[in-house]
Structures are given as C-alpha cells and as structure tokens.
C-alpha cells in the first residue's frame, strides 16, 4: 500500500506546542450536530452553514499563475486563511490539492536548462511553446515536498497543524486499504489536523494529458482530482464539498457562448436536461463535466457540493456562510418557474399583448377591476393572512394600515383601473411627429412599449394591480416582485391578474417573482428585462441601480426637498406651506427636508411663527451653519445640509437672497421637488428657471410633486434621472418611440445623385396623436 | 548600534544553492541604466518601468486582517510574488515592512489568556474591544521572527534569496551606522538578495500609539515607518518608492467626505494647496499626512514615489507597468486645466447659458457660423498638420478623406451651424403639457437643457462644431473629446467656438479635453456631467459604457441591421435597396448585416439577380445555416448570425414567411434599423409593428437611419436604447423636462380637508409649443 503520512511537527520554538493545542479553545467554539446525525445533504444553501466536516478541493487551475511561471502563492495563501477559520471555528477540514506538478515545474524548468548543452536546448523547444518537456510525474515528486512545506508554514501561522496524505488510485478502489485511509484520516481530524490529499504522482500510472485546461504543456489529469475527491467526500461522510476551480461554477452552455448562464444551483433530475445541449458540443461545459459526475456522485450519497472560482476573494468563507457563489448542487428540485424562464415568458407575451388592438387590451383590464369587485371576499381572506401576521410580528400603525385592503380599497382600486382601461384604447401607436422626408416616403415617429418592466414594491398590496394595469394598458410585459409581508394578497391578486389575461395573451406575460434573490438574478437579464422600477426606501433603490448590469433603473435616489420663503411673503401662507411641506406625511420622498429663510426673517413674527408651528408639530430643528452663528443656545448643529430625514426633522437656515438659495438647493439638494414662497414674480421665475429639480413650485408645497396630484393618473414613481422620465412618473415613463418610414424604394444613392431632394415636411398630427393607419394596425 | 542582519540560508535540500544563484540567469534579464546615471525622478508614470531599484513599503494596515484576526496571508503572498517577480526580471527590489505587531498579537493574545486567572481575564477586558492590552513593542519582538520566516519561505518560492535587517531611529540619524547600514543594503542588492527592513521595536523608545488608524487597541506608529522608508528610499538612491496603505491614494479631502476625489497624481506645488481643507480637519487627509510628506521629502532628493493600495491586486506590478494606481508623485505640473475643474466649469457655465434668451444663444452659434468663414484659412492652415501627420503615417482612403477640411465643407458647415441657431430660438422652455390642477394652480412640462453633455468623436473635425452649435442651442454645458489624429484642428475649432461663446458667458461652457486618459475620469464625476454620447465604433462605446460609473450613456452597441425581402416583391426593387443598404457605405451602422430572403425566391431570377448584384460589387457572401443546407458548394457558413462585419461582407440566409423574419431579427439584431421589402401591405403593417428596433422601414433603404436624412438637422449619434431617445438623436435627445407649477398657497391637506378638489382639466398648447410666460422668461 503506498500511502505515505508525514504528520508535520512544529519546528520554530515560538509555535510550541501548547499554543496550537490550546488554539481551537481560545477561539469561539460553534458545536455541530454529530456527523452521524446529518446524513441527509443540504438542500438550501443557508443549511451549509451547519456543515461540520468539509472538504475543499483545490485544481491546479487555481494555484498556478495564468502566466503559466509558477505558483500562484496569493491565491494559494489566501485559501490557507480561509480554511484555517473555518478550522478554528471548530470545523474538521480536509483539503485535496493538485498543484504539485506545477509547482515542480517552477523548479526542474530552470534546472534542465542549466543541465542541458545549448543544442539540446534549441531542439528541446516544441514549435508552440517554446518550453522543454517535462514529464509531469517528475515534476509532481519534485513539487510534493516543496508545496507541502509550504502549506505547513502557512498553516501554522493560524495555529493549524496539517498532515500530508499521498494517494494513488488503488487506495481509494481496494477495500481494506481504503479502510486504512478512513481510520488514519479519522484519527488526524480528531486530533484537529487537516489532512492534506494529493494523488501520489510518482507510483501513479501515468494520465493522457487532458487537451482541454488551460495548463499548457504539462497536465495533469483534472478528471481524477475530482473523482478522488468525490470518493473521498463519501468516504469521510463530510458535510460539504467545494471544488474549487478557475471558472464562475457550472454553466448552461460553454461559458462565452451565446447565450449561456452559470447556474447558481444545479439540481442533477432537472439541469440534466437543460445541460446537455452545452455537453453535445466540442468544449463541452467548459472542461466541467468531470465536476458535475463527481458532484452529483458525491450529492446522491449525501455530501452536499459547490463548485466555485478559486480566484474568486473569500470564496469557501462565503459558500459556508450560504452566499451566492458558484454552483451549488442539491436534490431539491427548484419551487416553481426559473427567474430566467419567467423573465423569457414575459418577454414572449409582451410581444403578443402589443399586437392586439387597444380595446383588447383595455378589456383584459376591465376584466381585472371587475374581478377585483367579484373575488373581494377571497381577496379580504388572503389578505388577512398577512394583516394577522403582521400583528403576530408586533407591527402596527401604518405599516399595517398600508397593508390592510377592505372594500372600500377595492372600490377604489377597481375605480382606478376602469379609469387606465380607458386611456388603454390611445396609449400605443400615437403617432408624436410626421415628416414627408421626400416623394411618396413618409416617417413616422410614434410610441411603442418598452418591451419588459420589472416592478419592485413594498408593503402596500394594492400596487399589484395597479402595476399590472399600467404594464397591460402599455403592452409592456411585467415581473413583479412585492414585499414578503404581502406575500399571501400578493399570491391571489397576481392570481386574478393572470386570469384576466389568459383569454387574449399566455397568463405569464405578467409573472410575479417570490424570492428576494431572485432579483439579483433577474437584474443580470438585460436580454429579457428592459426597464427597472423600484418603489420604496432609498436604500432600496440605490441597492437596485448597483446591481443592475446594463438595464437602466428608474428611480430617486434620495427626497432632500426645500422650501425657500423669500423677503416678501403672505406670512400666513408661508406658515401653511411649510406645515404641509413637512409636517402632511414626513416619511413621504416630497416632504420638504431643509428650510431656507431669507436673512430678513430673522428675528421676525414670521420667524417665531414658524418657529412656534414646527415646535407644535414636533419637529426637531438642526441648524445651518449661518443659523448656528446667529443664535447662542440656538438647535443643535445639522451634521449636513444634503440629508433626507424621513421624519418630523429638519433643517434649518439662513439665505442672503434668492441667488444664494438657488446655489444652496443646486449644491446640496436632490433634484426631487423644490418650492419657493415669494409674493416677488420675478424672484419666483428667477427660482423656477435655475433650481435643477425635476419639480420647481411657486406658492405650493412640495407634497404636490405626486402622480396623481399631478393628473397623470396611476404613478408609476418618481424619477430624479435626467433622461427618459424626470418627476412623477405616470404611463408615458413606460413608453418609448420607434421610428417609421414608408418608401416606394428609394435609396440614399438616389438623393446623392441628385434624382431625388429632400423634403422634410413636418406634417400635422390630429390632436390626440392618433393616426388612421395606426388606428387599423392596433 | 543596533543593526541586525541575518540572510537567510536555503533550507531545504531541493532548494541548494545552484538552483537560487542560476535564477535570474534563467530569467528574462532586463538591463536598466546604472542608478547613477537616473538620480532624476521620473515626470511620468510611464518612466517607472525603467525603474531599477523598487523600494516597496508595506503597512501593517495591509498586512493585518480586517477582523483584527492576525495576518492577511493572502496579501503578504501576494506582494511577495509581485516583488519575487520584479527582482526576477533584474530589478533591486528592496521591503519596509511593518506587520511584526499584528503577528506577535496574534500570538501573544492567545499565549496571554492561557497564563490569566479568570480574574485577571475579566478585569483586564477594557470597556470597548474587550481584548486584553499587550504591549505592543513585546508583540513586535514575538512576531519579528515568525514574520521573517514567512518572507523568507514565501520568497524562497520563487528562487529569491532575503535578508532581514532590524534598525532603530539612530541608525539612520548618526552618520557612521547609516553609512554601514548603506553598505550592508549595498553588498545585500549586489548578492541579488532582497533587504527586508523593519524597526526594531524592542529596543526602540515607545511610540504615541495614533488614535486614527483602523488598527484597534494595538498600535504601531505608522507615520515613523513611513519616514523610515523615505530616508532609505534617499539613502539607497532608488529610483522607485512605493507606499502601499489601506486606501486608494492621496484624496483632495477625508476620503468618505462629500465631493472628495482620488488624486491620481500629486504635484507638491499645486496640490499642497487643493489638498489644505482636508488636513485642517480632525481626520486629516485620513491619516495621509505622514505619507504626504515623506513621499514629498524624498521626490525632492530625485526619488519617484506611488503611494497605493496594498489590498488591491497587483498594485505593485501594475504601479512599475505604469498603470494609474493610486497617487503618483511628480515635480511636473500638469498641463492645462485639471479635467474635473473643466467639468465643474461647464456646470457653472452650463446655468449662465441656460438663463439667456433663445436669441441670445442664437446669437452664439451665428458668430460662430460667421467665424468658420472669416477663419477659414486659419482652419485650414491647422487642419493642414493633422492631414500631414496623417499622410507621413501612411494613412490614406476615406480615413484621411474624413480629416481633410476645405473651403467647400466649411461652408457647408458654416451653413449648417445658422440653421441650428434658426432652431435655438424654441428649444428651450417649450410647454408640452398644461394642465389646471385646480383652482389658481396651472402645471406645466417645459423642455429643459439635461445640464452638461460629454460627446466624445473620432476623426471628423467639423463635429466639433457642430455638436458645440447643438449644445449651445439647447442650452448644455459641453465637454469635448476629439481624436487625435485630428488634434490641430479642433484645437483651432475650439478656439473658435470659444470665441464665440466669450461675450455672452464664460468660455469654459464649452471645454475641449486633450488626453485620451481623462476621460475615464471624466466618467466618474457625476456630480458635473449628466449624459455622455460617445460617436465612434461600436468597441468605443461599449468601454464607455462599462466605464461610465452612474452617468447615462447614449450610443448604439452595435449595427446588425437587416432586410428581409417578402414573397411579393418588386425584383428591380429589391436588388435597389439589397444594393444601397450593403454597398452606399458599407461602414456605417446603418449599413445591412444580413439578408433575409423569403424561401420561395431560391433559385429564382430574382435570387440571381441579387446574387450576381453583390459579386460585382466585391461582396463577400457567409451563408446561414438554411442556405447552407441547401446549396452543396454554396459560400462558407457564417460563424454567427449575429455579427456586424462593417465592410464588404454580409450574411445570407432564407426564412420561411414574415413572421421567421420577424422573429430572426428579433434575436440576432441590434435593434438598430431593419427594413422589408414586399408589395404585402399586410405583411409590411406586421413586420413594422412586431420587429423591435429604433428604425423600421418598408421599402426603403436601411441608410436612412440618420439623423440629416429624419430631418432633425444636425444629429448628435444614433441610440438603440429604450429609454430617452431611440434610432438617430436630434436635439431633442439634449433636452429633458421639468415640471412647473404655479400656485398661491395650496396645501395637500387643503384637498384632504375637502376645501379644495382637483380639476386636472389638460389645457391647450399652441402649435409649436411656445408659452408666452416662459417666452417672457427666456
């Protein structure tokens, strides 16, 4: 039997032995169930954080730097620090690592060409490469010790004694001895060593270089490693296998392929299928099928198994602490549709709800308020299920008030639609500009739908419909995603909307996702996703717009919102205002956040009237830094002028005039709303025209900058971006325009030539847009 | 004196001496010019890589794990790669490392509990961190040995030899120990072994432990070892001194504070100033001064000084490989206007701008029209070095075509440039929409300038102008990015344009950037500029993009367009449009990718009519996967569908009806411009209607996408985007909306009250959309 063990000792004085023994004592302990006891693998990844015994297996892929001149010693510390953690977390971890031959080769290239003549050198050099040949089983012998003691000083610089295990392939097929190894691997994980495998490459047959990796010219068989580890994982009953490699984790198609997706899980009885298409192929799964025969392997004796990207940072740390990374396996077959396939259908069904006409449209949304009406008794005892659960959670105030639908909710609600059912007959195909570009060629410039939106809403379960409404009524597919303390009148009302739709479109052109993390996944898909809108905190929305790749976000990013009373003022209206500003609903994006007071004010029976207001209200002042100078025992200093309190807070101060306001709201607002107080007309325009804000207000209070407020009937949000839809955001946000032109086959060669001139005649569109032969397309 | 010195020997067997004296032998060698003769500093970053001796120092911030858990292995191995492999190449390298602290606190924290009664152990716990105190020069004697064993095995890695040296303030300060610690260093980089100095804490006096570092209740002074490494860096006459820390760089204020910026170079002179606000404050420069000024202290003895991040990868290789990494300290003041100040100038002027009256701005663009004509030898006279330049490259063809500037194009130009000032008059505070909200309270969308535009072009010069015209006329501050090869010209142009700009707002309005590197900075200043409209190839924009950090980008990805020829077709017609969409220009986006042609045409006159059409004009045909089945000796298949090839060359494939068409285009096109040819009217409403792209066309060539061609004047680059603006961009894509109101005191709580109700009556606009109060306004 030819396995080798060489229990490493301590060799400097100063890593003694009672501190190693004691080390695992002083670190917080966390104590597993016994291995015994959790037989059964995984089937969330939230689960893997129970794992006890884990094995990470590391290819050489990982340790070897892409520039092919040796080890990749970052890499391989780093995976040292993170598995000497998780060791000294009181987990038994056990590595199998490949990266002897490279790290041999480091050493003999050097050495043969020293002991080579300079002919044997030139004939040495294949054409590619230029590199002598090395056999690689000389240069894993060689790189064993070497990679060895290094792991064993990296180790022990956490504390962490470690043991060298060389196998071949006979000790892990013939019985008896692969009894040896478990006892022997046993003993050394109850002594708090980690055993470190690696194949015994010297006494190995030799493999067929596998063509495939990215090793170059020396290789050694990835396949093995894999299935070794595999075997092992069984063997040793771990709790949780990584395979660490230099791909993202397993894909659906070679990855660089159109197309292609990682999978963030694989369950073997589903992606099997969807798999195998990228397996038919040359490249296969990018050298991967060898990890998913040793995972599945692995997974249907119980081990649960991810295979991860070794260069990514903190990877075993984050697969253990249940993060998203690489491909975890499971047996768990996934809980409904695959974002991805959602997200697909939607865009499918987008295609056929913008090709019916706009009454057919308009009817599936009369069909969902009349539904609203008919169902209200299912949908007040779904609802229920999450109004109890809240009290349950001891929430209760507003939150739960915006949960809560009743009939006269519904009422309205079913009102509301009617009324986007109606504007649903003239919403696409208006025709926005007309030219006659020359003879018989006409261009047309006229709305479309922006193809698939996802909507992310919180709390209130009457957005659903109302979303689902203004997508229908747009012909624009829809991926909702609701808050969870929702979840139960979000389930029914998705329900009634996919009803409604089924006579005319397929029922998931609107689908409604469930899962928090499956937003992360569906902002990857600007294949199938065209626009994202979320609703709700800032925090919320600034999360989104970081994670989004390349699919634009509609959104404001912060409400720090002000109002400027200038030197001639109603003061009686000035008062109003601001109560309403601030004080109407301060947790609202529109409610004003900082007041600015023309320096005559100061001091005044406007000032103390002001003054005595917010008190009454409750709100708590924070000074400017001009405020703060002026008064001694004045509120306490503002820590900053950009700042959206959400509250009944504020802050206060001073102005020169208009000109220093306008600078201060350019400088430290959000582009939300802004409002001026000012009997001066042209104070007021001066303002209105310089103020950078979505919303600019003379004499009003900021809480108007509202979608409905402003008649544009359901809002979809409030945007603070520049482009696209800027201010409340009502049905036209949700539209986008195409281009349209009719010839009788000219060609641009035709107008170079001088047979044909150019026209350009803006030709009149009839007040409404609409556009005879639009009409009969739609 | 205390100076220590102990090289360390091979230490195992495989590592003996011929292998470690052989390797930099066997090592690419790169020979530098002798230290003496490079005692000047570098100027650029691009020098660094003739740096022959590298001093990297490393803090203990980078050294120490974040969770304050002992050593970050992962970086140590990684820096002591990046050096291994410096020195390799044939450099000096030599390290000032710190770290010897955390090491021995990790040790001794552990060795400390073991050895406490439990009384000690709790009353020695101080109120915050409650970990007990060590001394921290104890730590650092504990972990100065195990530290340097680390070095040297990881080093030992890579063939490379260290040697640790331990010194105190006096050895540098008394003249006789410096000049035998100069010679040790010396007669150390002559062995080729690498230096590795720390201070010696045990005998050194105690530091002030410094309060504003991240590193907890143990400190080291890092601002000593900062100057330790300076002296040295001075001393030992290197040519390179790095500074590697915990953040990004030197930054203009706290990094974290609003409006700060990473300085990517630091100019004693000029930043000494920019820099002063931050280092009043508490935090300082976040604990930057020290590194300030020791890099400063030895830039002025002629050593060149990056101060880095020591977690980001690669910094060190990166940093020598001239890379912008971090802050590079240079005497050489930077030419012109730094660009953020040029984008906080075009904001500034982007607000005088938009305050003028439409006929002011017109007034603008007409100087400038009548400047191009009056200039226009002088225009010619620049452009005529570019043309030049051009031609000693050994351009020649359409690219110098493009460049050259005559009489004819300026007045072309010239012409071009009045009719957007025409425009300039109605651009700005047009109404799109009225509506009384309620009683004395009237809303209204006006169009607004976006606030400072980014266009950067290639090549053609006359777009300087041109997109300047369009930007004054819609009221936007500007930032210009030219090519280079066009670089006389625009300089001219721009003088011109600022010529014109001069007695109406500041010149900086519109501002040309010179260096390609600025614009990545550019991207991150989203604080200044609001949109970015890269005109170029497709690879341009798509770095644009990916580089773009929250700055919305308008351009298309890609130009796959297609035409699709239907079953009833004019044959004369269809070979016109097949001709002109692929041949009229065969670079542009516009230009046709692929053909579709319904399958009932195969082997018909039609078929080879188009055929024999493309063969004369040089085209080269790559078949789909149908035409491939279906011809045996056909031309060679296309490797994707979707590919733009921007020459002579194009995909041919057959589809079954309109509605395969349909769905081709759909999935391989770019949403750029696709047109079909057919007599169907049935077909054509169905095609336009259901494929999804900016630009559909019946009948007509795919060249007139274009924004001269539309009839919107002057176009600004062409969007496949679906939101703002999509297919060619006008200026109307340089406007964005604001919304107005006009109230005299309403309140939300008003409406609530029921003492006012909204009315939201949609009010008419005339004709073009003027409004006499914002008339009167602008």
Known sequence: MSLTMMASVPARSMLHSPLWRMSTAAMPVKYFSSTA???KEASLRSDLKDAKRVLVKVGSAV????DQCGMALGRLASIVEQVSV?????????????????FGLQ????????????RQTLSSRDEKGGRPFIEPRACGAVGQSGLMSLYEAMFMQYGVRTAQVLITKPDVQNEESRKN?????????????????????????P????????????????KDNDSLASRLAVEMEVDLMILMTNVNGIYTQPPGAEGTRLLSTYTPSVDNKNVVFGRKSKVGMGGMESKVHSATWALDRGVSCVVCNGLEENAIINIVAGKKIGTFFTHMEPTGTPVEIQAMQAREGSRILQSLSGGQRAAIIKKLSDLLLQRKADIIAANKLDVDNAHEQGYAGPMVDRLVLDEVKLGT??????????SAQHTLGRVLKKTLIADAMELRLVTVPIGVLMVIFESRPDALPQVAALAISSGNGLLLKGG??????NKFLHHLVQEALEPYVPKETVGLVSRKEDIQDLLQLSQYIDLVIPRGSSELIARIQQQSKGIPVIGHSEGVCHVYVDKNVNPEMAIRIVRDSKCDYPAACNSMETLLLHRSHFRTPLFDGIYDMLKKENVKIHAGPRLSSLVKFGPAPATSMRKEYSGLQMALEFVDDVEEAIVHINKYGSSHTDAIVTDDSEAAERFLQMVDSACVFHNGSTRFADGYRFGLGAEVGISTAKIHARGPVGIEGLLTTKWILHGNGQTVNDFADGNMKYLHKQLSIDSNGSDSEMEAMN
């Open 86 to 102: 998780l060791q000294n977390e009181g987990r038994q971890m056990i590595m199998v690592s490949s990266g002897a031959v490279a």
């Open 181 to 205: 190894l478990r006892s022997t691997l046993n003993e050394l994980l109850r002594l708090n060593i980690i055993p470190i495998l690696n194949g015994n490459d010297a006494v190995e047959p």
């Open 484 to 489: 969870k303390e929702a979840s139960h009148s």
């Open 207 to 222: 493999d067929e270089p596998d063509k495939d990796t990215d090793m170059g010219e020396i290789l050694t068989s990835v």
């Open 63 to 66: 340790l070897t730097r892409e």
């Open 37 to 39: 006891s959790c037989r």
């Open 107 to 118: 050493k003999l290239r050097q050495e043969i060409i020293m002991s080579m003549s300079m």
């Open 413 to 422: 609600l079913s009102d509301g639609l009617k009324q986007i059912a109606e």
